[in-house]
């Protein structure tokens, strides 16, 4: 990040906790015009051509990409997208509410109560302990339980959600009383983020066995203790701060967690503090940069890959879409480094009465797929597939959870 945008964005940070809304939002306005603009259209390729992915590409059932107007303010189809009726005027106007929360996502709550959401089995809550710090939790326990040993999704909620929320927005319940494996909500607490948000963007939070990811990584194991976990299908995925936690969690412990899932998030190392999350969340160069020379921790590059499915709307103006792509590519550099590399191929397809898509497969050189990516053409920033029962869902774009448990199906490891 530039001096001049540090230091603007600093200031504008602590106008913001003053509660000096306007003056920050002027501040950001200002320098941002003056040559930070941050990059709001739908393209969501590396524009650093040094993605290390084969070229083998195929599309198939080609079907013509949504293009709503850039700074509509929501997606093609209408969906939920701000607090208010009244849309951002600019994707700044958008980010900064963002900002002004505590990087709180931007689409509005709904107003009704949540269903029920125990799907038949136990919806238990229950709190953790390490030297880094106290989380709450719940912990959902399907019927069938009956000490076998099941798999383990955990679940890293968006920024100003919850358990109860993002198990209604996401039916994951649902699908773990139908198929049989237990899931993990872990809760941020407000002390620790007043938007509830993973800090995902903290260099403290960051590494293994530090902050928030030892908190999540302890939590995780004494589950899979207590209940008898099978403790090589153990997942975690999330969505927009708790996308780029999972990431987070995916990189410092590839021995715990089988696969991953991130939605709406970032890539490993994008930030170090609430400025450059604000800058690696609108895409800008600077973001770029700072993600190209943190990458991953060096102890872990010569690692595996560890599979990743992920999930982006792009028409997303909380957090830009080329985040997605990036997620990608990080993976991709550690398998190349090895001397291997990707074969991807595609295809376009259509939810009736919803959005279209373009679904991307990772193969490795034996076949096996390590990545998918799936792009929902006209969403914005919300769990695609979900229930409008739950914060921030697109019920128009293909299921999230389902594609999510079906890819964690694919992959599982030796026990740690």
């Known amino acids: 990040m530039t001096d001049a ?20 939002a002027t501040l950001i306005r200002r320098t941002l015009r003056g040559g930070f603009a941050p990059d709001t259209s739908s393209k969501t390729s590396d524009s650093s051509g040094q993605e ?5 590409f195929r599309v198939i059932d080609d079907i013509p990409q949504l293009t709503p107007p850039p700074d509509s303010g929501e997606s093609a189809h209408g969906s939920r997208h701000t607090a208010s009726a009244s849309a951002p005027s600019s994707a700044f106007d958008a980010a900064f509410r963002s900002l002004r929360t ?13 269903p029920d959401i125990q799907a038949g089995g136990q919806f238990m809550a229950g709190s953790f302990t390490n030297p880094a710090g106290t989380r709450a939790y719940k912990l959902y326990i399907p019927s069938g339980y009956h000490g076998q040993a099941l798999p383990l999704i955990v679940m890293l909620h968006g920024c100003t959600q919850d358990p109860d929320d993002f198990a209604a927005g996401t039916r994951m319940n649902v699908l773990a009383e139908r198929e049989e494996f237990f899931v993990l909500y872990p809760e941020q607490a407000s002390e ?6 993973w800090n995902w963007f903290k260099a403290g939070d960051q590494h293994r066995d530090h902050g928030e990811p030892s908190i999540i990584a302890d939590m995780t194991r004494q589950i899979v203790r207590t209940h008898g976990i099978n403790a090589g299908r153990v997942y975690v995925a999330g969505l927009s701060a708790g ?19 991130v939605h709406s998030g970032l890539p490993y190392g994008a ?36 599979p990743t499915i992920v999930f982006h709307g792009d028409r997303d103006t909380t957090v830009h879409p080329g ?79 389902e594609e999510m448990l079906r890819f964690f199906r694919k992959h599982s490891q030796g026990k740690p």
Not at 243 to 261: C, K, Q, R, S, T
Not at 348 to 376: C, F, K, N
């Open 102 to 114: 505590g990087l709180g996502p931007m689409m509005a709550k709904p107003s009704r109560t949540h």
């Open 323 to 401: 985040n997605g792509d990036r997620v990608l590519t990080q993976w991709a550099t550690v398998h190349s480094g090895a001397g291997r590399k990707l074969r991807v191929t595609a295809n376009r397809g259509q939810v009736p009465q919803g959005h279209s898509y373009t679904h991307s497969i990772y193969h490795d050189a034996s076949g096996q797929i390590v990545m998918e990516q799936w792009l929902v053409h006209g969403a914005g920033h919300g769990w695609s597939g979900g229930s409008p029962q739950g914060s921030y869902t697109d019920p128009k774009g293909p299921s999230a959870s």
């Open 5 to 24: 945008l540090h230091a603007a964005m600093a200031k504008a940070t602590r106008l913001t906790r003053s509660g000096r809304l306007d003056e920050a």
């Open 271 to 306: 930030a170090h503090d609430l400025p450059s999350a604000f800058a690696a969340m609108q895409q800008g160069e600077t973001a770029a940069l700072l993600q190209r020379e943190s990458g991953f921790p060096a102890a872990l590059k010569a690692l595996r890959i560890v």
């Open 192 to 197: 620790a983020n007043l938007s509830r948000c």
């Open 52 to 56: 290390p992915i084969d070229g083998s």
């Open 243 to 261: 996308g780029a936690m999972a990431m987070v969690m995916g990189v410092n412990y590839p021995e715990l967690y089988a696969a991953i899932g």
